[in-house]
């Protein structure tokens, strides 16, 4: 069992930062890859950036590159969220999860998942 429960959303307008955090408890050990997704009304969602455990591998959607970084600091079982130059089409409820090694990059490869946090970036 692991819990996850992100902070850090809020209302911004386009082109200022926030930063998300993901606080872990549980059982982790098995957990390879944090990840975050997102979603906005009426659409599916979607992937946007993953962290390997116990490597230094990243993975980020297209979408957030070069704007966004994902970081963890294992000992204190956080994971971070870093978004800076926001845009109106980043507004969405953004989750963390956690799960295995295989497909970091889709949802089914997370069992466990966050409440979610708002974020809402104004024109």
């Known amino acids: 069992q692991v819990q996850l429960v992100e902070s850090g959303g809020g209302l911004v307008q386009a082109g200022d930062s926030l930063r998300l955090s993901c606080a872990t408890s549980g059982r982790t050990s098995s957990t390879y890859f944090m990840g975050w997704f997102r979603q906005a009304p009426g659409k599916e969602r979607e992937f946007v950036t993953a962290?390997?455990?116990?490597?230094?591998?990243?993975f980020y959607a297209d979408s957030v590159k070069g704007r966004f970084t994902i970081s963890r600091d294992n000992a204190r079982k956080l994971v971070y969220l870093q978004m800076n130059s926001l845009e109106p089409e980043d507004t969405a409820v953004y989750y963390c999860?956690?799960?295995?090694?295989?497909?970091?990059?889709?949802?089914?490869?997370?069992?466990?998942w966050g409440q979610g946090t708002q974020v809402t970036v104004s024109s």
């Open positions: 999860a956690a799960g295995g090694a295989t497909r970091p990059l889709m949802r089914d490869n997370y069992p466990y």
């Open positions: 962290i390997s455990s116990n490597t230094d591998a990243r």
